[in-house]
Structures are given as C-alpha cells and as structure tokens.
C-alpha cells in the first residue's frame, strides 16, 4: 500500500526513453503567444495582465539593477504554476514533485544572487553574516550560524516546493481511495467524503499556485539583499 502511494512520484518512462523532459516542455506549448492584433483573446489578455501585475508586485521594492530579472523570474512563476496545476489532472505526472528538479531550479538561482552580491558590493554582502552591535564573543559563533542559513535557503526553496506538492497529492489519493471503498458499503458517508475530496482538490489548486509564488518571491528577497 505504501509502495503504491509513492509509486505516482516516480519519474515515467515509456520504451526507455523518460518522459521528464515531455512533463516539463508541455507548458509551453499550451501557453498563447501574442499576434500582431491589437486586440487579443481572453486568455492572452489575462496572461498578459497576470505577468504586468506579478512583475510590478515582485519588482517594486528592489532597485534598477534587479529589474534585469523581470523576464527570468516572470517567465519561472508562470512555469511553475503551470506544472503544478497540469499535476493535479488525472493520469499525469507532476515533475515539481521530484526534489532534484525543484534543487536544480532553486541552487543556479540562488547562487546568481550571490556572485551578484559578492561581485557588485562585497563588503554589504559580507556583512549580512554579521549583524551589527553584536558582542565581541558571539561574532564566531554568529557567523557560522549565517553562513549555514546562506547555504540551506536554496535547500529550504527545493524542499519547500516538493513537500507542499506531495503531501497534497498523497491526501487526494487517500481520500479518493476512501471515496471508493465507501461507495458500496456507506453510500451517504461516500458522499461527504466525495464533498471533502472537491474541496481539498481546490485547496490543491491554490496551493499550487502560492507554493509556484512563494518560490519565486522568496528569490527576488535573495536578490534584493544583493542587489
């Protein structure tokens, strides 16, 4: 029974060949792309509208030099909310569920914050390790600890995005499954079990959407620091 909950994590294969690769080009053949028209449809007006208000709500604490990242970071929020909300739909795989891509998007990201900072303001960067007015025997101890919460938010980014996803697949799956075996013997309580099933799925929905925010707010903060 365990094995089978977590066998719908596992990266599929077809003839051998992985289809991670078809998971994660798929959303961007779904997304429309501008015409030449000066008026759009439905969708690309509100996908234009929801990137001109994400951009503007990320991008408005930082300075000048953080805008260059509007594209990157726009383009990664869209990405992601896409692959998290194709997850939910039956038969279909969630590649934002497998950690070592959530760690290959969250490091490179993270660590382009940090070169920035190093190389742009060294001594700011720096002092981020060591709060000011902090006592004379605590400066080794306050640095480590620092320098160890540098290194773990890309791992807090990674893990953040992966347990949110599983944990609410592995709840759809379980209650789901409870709906089934119901049916038969209690009718009525299948029923409001079917209710708790719809509600947690649009519970789902919008955890997909906030966990693909959260993650990308929290790399404007980092870029913030450094910029």
Known sequence: MTLSLFDQFSSPWYMGIPLMALALTLPWILFPTPSARWLGN???????????????????????????????????????????????????????????????????????????????????????????????????????????????????????????????????QLVSTAVLVLVPMMPTVAVLTAVLLLMLTLLEIAVAMIQAYVFVLLLSLYLQENV
């Open 42 to 172: 439905r969708m690309l007006t509100f996908q234009s509208w929801f990137i001109a208000r994400f951009t503007h709500q990320t991008f408005m604490p930082l300075n000048v030099g953080g805008h260059k990242w509007a594209l990157l970071l726009a383009s990664l929020v869209v990405f992601l909310m896409s692959l998290n909300m194709l997850g939910l739909l039956p038969y279909t795989f969630t590649p934002t569920t497998q950690l070592s891509l959530n760690l290959a998007l969250a490091v490179p990201l993270w660590l382009a914050t940090v070169t920035i900072g190093m190389r742009n303001q060294p001594t700011a960067a720096l002092g981020h390790l060591l709060p000011e007015g902090t006592p004379t025997a605590l400066i080794p101890i306050l640095v480590v600890i620092e320098t160890i919460s540098l290194f773990i938010r890309p791992v807090a980014l990674g893990v953040r995005l992966t347990a949110n996803l599983t944990a609410g697949h592995l709840l759809i």
